[in-house]
């Protein structure tokens, strides 16, 4: 029997140790993004890939694009569990740059069935880098077609665009419909209704789509080397014009909508164009399918060439995305059929028959399946703009120089600074920026087992102090319990002296290492010292992250100290329907602070908002206006569009919660004895001497604990900022809490996040021990004032 259970004991190892034979099924993750059609298509084309490779299956993962799912890939490669095949556009340079990426060139050459001459060569050139290619190409999108409304032409008597048309600084009447401006004119027919009643000449998806083609079909670049960026050339003539145009068009010429009216009246440009409100509305090919659906008959539409410039060039800003295999594949042959199949004819086929994006294989891109006789009529005009697009700028680390370029060109969107004022503002920072990134200080590498050690030493130190102290208090006779309780006493705190120091002392230990490091959490950590604390002394949106949080505290905290007092003192007098006041005060609470802030979002709209409507019925307008704090198209306050008011907002908002504060008050209120209100009866005291003489002393040990409670509160607060405006404009709404999570999970700077913590520690601990030395106004009944 021993025998047997030996042999059974062997052949289990041998099976388990034994690689997977080839008639075992393989199973490959593939993560993607994308609309419903688009998924519909990936599927399809996963299930005909099972159906060729019948020993592989393919699990597909969708995740929403932006941040999250940069920031999933990007853990999961840290953590070793990277799908096996993924997509990627513009996240393409952060991906290879942590080394998450296969080289495929070796899978090309022994593949003669890919032909990479077959692909669109600029595609080609994004995802190679010095003789290595990291993806195969998918689709690329011209951000350049201008979707026109022909009945919008024809009303307004002007011919539709073509390739003869182009732009200029300023109208060229001279030009007649050949000149941009001079049609958008034309087109546009002002209500006193608001934007929804209004036709626009024209508009872009977004500001920024049109200024790049602006700078591209000038002759000019936002940086020195797409590739390799060195120098940023914003304060080149011809994209400070660039800049400008933008924003004359909607200032100056009145042809676009201002990014304020479109917040105000909920409504995007492609919903105007949509609902015939934009003549001529300039974007990518993916909005095809949608306008299709929602334009119906209603009226006719097609595309034409972004105009050329004023030399006479063309050039569009483009997107792009491809498929590459990670480097933490199992399966790499496996996962290259796949991918190959997605980014070849089969996959690229079905992706062209939805419409959404133009295939990266020209010969795709140039068949039925894509020009494919529908609106619009001149389809063919995505193959010929390829010739003219310009990328963007790829740079692993680019989301932080937009980060400091972004919140000043959102003041030149909205209005509020000059293109020569928000690029002097932001330049020599975001220059400084590209140089360090460029050029990385030298670190030595971090030793780990030195800095565990190092924190077993600082735990160590801890645990010392707290068993001294403990020592103390027995040989001082404090403590007389016997042996026998103090030892249960001990196995009845073990679980949560475990547990903080796995889940709280362990986690700030680990932070506080970090601190002195540089680390990304996927390559190997440096230690940097001082470096980073240095470094914040000269980050200006830690300055503003540090300042805006302040300003938050020092007005949140007293409105929300003496309007949970008020409250508390309204709803402790016996009135009738007491406990529902104090539920309906309450619920806000403990309501989520996204739904809150969702909620908040649409009563400080600035068009439809409830918080105007009450402005405009009180005939306050005016002294907004007298204040400088209204719109100066509209004349409406757009209260978190604007630079001025957006923390005022804010700080207003805070007082949603005060339900929290109410129920703590309305405890020590009814913790008070009747017995000194009596007494004061029988002296004669009003109500405000009893107050003032007799509530207000004996509140004081709550007043003091909401106090602290509040400041530390507001020191963390974030949601707010983060939903609803995400720290704009113009870092006016960045809370510090904000920024750190955007150097931790965007910018995966986890050093520098880590000194952030530990400031913000410092900072709440400083302001918490003054509070406690500053005390001695509050009152505890018997005993000493503190």
Excluded at 621 to 639: E, H, I, Q, R, S
Excluded at 662 to 679: E, F, K, N, S, V
Aim: charged fraction near 20%; charge should be positive; aromatic fraction near 12%.
């Amino acid at each position: 029997m021993r025998r047997l259970f030996y042999l059974c004991a062997v052949l289990a190892f041998l099976a388990w140790t034994q690689p997977a034979s080839a008639g075992k099924e393989i199973t490959l993750r593939f993560r993607y993004w994308g609309d419903f059609k688009e998924i519909q298509a990936l599927q399809d084309t996963i299930k005909a890939f099972e159906k060729e490779y019948p020993g592989v299956k393919v699990r597909g993962e969708r995740v929403p694009p932006g941040d999250e799912y940069t920031q999933k890939l990007l853990i999961e490669q840290a953590a070793g569990l990277t799908p096996d095949v993924i997509f990627c556009g513009q996240q393409f340079a952060k991906f290879s740059e942590k080394g998450m990426l296969r080289d495929l060139m070796p899978f090309v050459k022994a593949d003669p069935s890919v032909i990479l001459a077959e692909y669109y060569p600029q595609l080609v050139r994004l995802f190679t880098s010095n003789g290595k290619l990291y993806a195969l190409p998918r689709d690329i999108a011209p951000i350049g077609l201008v979707y026109y409304n022909k009945s919008l032409f024809d009303a307004a008597g002007v011919p539709y665009p073509d390739e003869t048309w182009s732009w200029d600084y300023a109208p060229r009447p001279e030009l007649g419909h050949r000149d941009f401006l001079t049609a958008a004119l034309r087109l546009t027919r002002h209500s006193t209704r608001g934007v929804q009643k209004t036709v626009y000449g024209y508009s872009g998806a977004w500001p920024s789509n049109t200024m790049n083609n602006f700078v591209f079909s000038s002759g000019a670049e936002f940086v020195d080397d797409v590739f390799k960026p060195t120098k940023l050339k914003y304060d080149d003539p011809r994209v400070l014009n660039a800049i400008r145009l933008t924003q004359d068009l909607c200032y100056k010429y009145k042809v676009s909508p201002t990014s304020t009216e479109l917040q105000a009246s909920g409504v995007s440009t492609h919903d105007l164009f949509a609902q015939g409100r934009i003549a001529m509305y300039m974007t990518g090919i993916w909005e095809v399918p949608r306008f299709r659906e929602e334009i119906g008959e209603r009226f006719d539409w097609d595309i034409a060439p972004w105009p050329k410039g004023p030399t006479g060039l063309r050039g569009v800003a483009t997107g792009w995305s491809g498929y590459a295999m990670t480097t933490a594949s199992r399966h790499p042959q496996e996962a290259w059929n796949l991918l190959k199949y997605l980014a070849g004819k089969p996959g690229l086929s079905r992706l062209a028959q939805t419409g959404l994006a133009q295939p990266a294989l020209s010969k795709v891109a140039d068949s039925p399946l894509w020009l494919d006789g529908q609106r619009p009529k001149n389809r063919k005009l995505t193959i010929e703009e390829v010739e003219y697009v310009h990328n963007d700028v790829i740079h692993a680390n680019w989301a932080q120089i937009e980060g400091i370029i972004n919140p000043k060109l959102e003041l030149v969107w909205n209005g509020s600074a000059t293109p020569e004022k928000a690029v002097r503002a932001f330049l020599p920072q975001a220059q400084a920026k590209l140089d360090e990134l460029n050029n990385p200080p030298r670190h030595p590498r971090l030793n780990w087992l030195v800095g565990l050690a190092g924190m077993l030493a600082i735990a160590a130190c801890l645990v010392g102090w707290v068993w001294a102290g403990a020592r103390a208090d027995r040989e001082s006779g404090r403590v007389t319990s016997s042996k026998a309780e103090q030892r249960a006493g001990r196995l009845f705190v073990l679980p949560w002296v475990v547990g903080v120091s796995v889940f709280l002392l362990g986690p700030m230990l680990v932070s506080l290492l970090l601190a002195f490091s540089s680390w990304d959490i996927i390559s190997q950590a440096q230690w940097v010292g001082l470096g980073n604390f240095r470094e914040m002394m000269k980050d200006e949106r830690f300055l503003a992250s540090l300042r805006v949080t302040g300003i938050y505290t020092l007005f949140s905290v007293p409105l929300g100290v003496i309007g949970s007092l008020c409250l508390a003192l309204l709803l402790n007098a016996k009135i009738r329907g007491q406990a529902v006041f104090r539920t309906l005060y309450y619920i806000p609470a403990v309501a989520s602070a996204v739904a809150a802030s969702l909620i908040w979002m649409r009563l400080l709209n600035p068009e439809s908002g409830l918080v105007n409507y009450i402005v405009d019925a009180a005939r306050l307008t005016p002294v907004f206006d007298a204040m400088g704090l209204t719109d100066p198209v509209k004349g409406y306050v757009n209260w978190l569009g604007s630079e001025k008011t957006a923390l005022a907002s804010l700080i207003v908002m805070s007082l949603w919660g005060i339900g929290g504060g109410m129920i703590i008050y309305l405890a020590g209120l009814q913790g008070i004895p009747q017995t000194y209100y009596d007494a004061a009866d029988v002296d004669g005291a009003s109500p405000w001497h009893k107050f003032r003489h007799v509530t207000l002393p004996l509140l004081t040990p709550t007043i003091f604990f909401t106090l602290v409670m509040g400041v530390i509160g507001s020191f963390q607060v974030f949601t707010q900022g983060f939903v609803m405006t995400n720290g704009g404009p113009n870092n006016a709404t960045l809370f510090y809490v904000l920024y750190l999570y955007q150097n931790a999970f965007q910018y995966l700077k986890m050093g520098y996040a880590s000194a952030l913590a530990w400031v913000l520690f410092l900072i709440i601990l400083a302001f918490t021990l003054l509070q406690l030395r500053l005390s001695g106004w509050v009152h505890y009944e018997g005993g000493e004032a503190k």
